[in-house]
């Protein structure tokens, strides 16, 4: 099983950015999956997260700003972002849902 995220950089303050989780080993129908962040210091926080019937959570930090999707067909998990402010920054994980599989991070930097 392998989840691999990109699509983290540096951003301005109400920028934008699309994180992409490519996952491999297992399908969407097997798992909910997520998107978790740990900002410097602090500890992980469920930012959003999608079950295989579509059934949609946001933090409400990210409601109104972010946009979880997936594409079964691609195996892919996304996460928009837009509206970013510098709380926003951390590094940003896509997990199944309960952590039996993380990614490697992608950092985001809002400054």
């Known amino acids: 099983v392998q989840l691999v995220e990109s699509g983290g950089g540096l951003v301005q303050p109400g920028g934008s950015l699309r994180l992409s989780c490519a996952v491999s080993g297992i399908t969407f129908d097997d798992y909910a999956m997520g998107w978790i962040r740990q900002a410097p210091g602090k500890g992980l926080e469920l930012v959003s997260s999608i079950s295989h019937e579509g059934t949609i959570y946001y933090a409400e930090s990210a409601k109104g700003r972010f946009t979880i999707s997936q594409d079964n067909a691609k195996n892919e998990m996304y996460l928009q972002m837009s509206g970013l402010k510098p709380d926003d920054t951390a590094v940003y994980y896509c997990?199944?849902?309960?952590?039996?599989?993380w990614g490697q991070g992608t950092q985001v930097t809002v400054s």
């Open positions: 997990a199944t849902y309960g952590g039996d599989y």
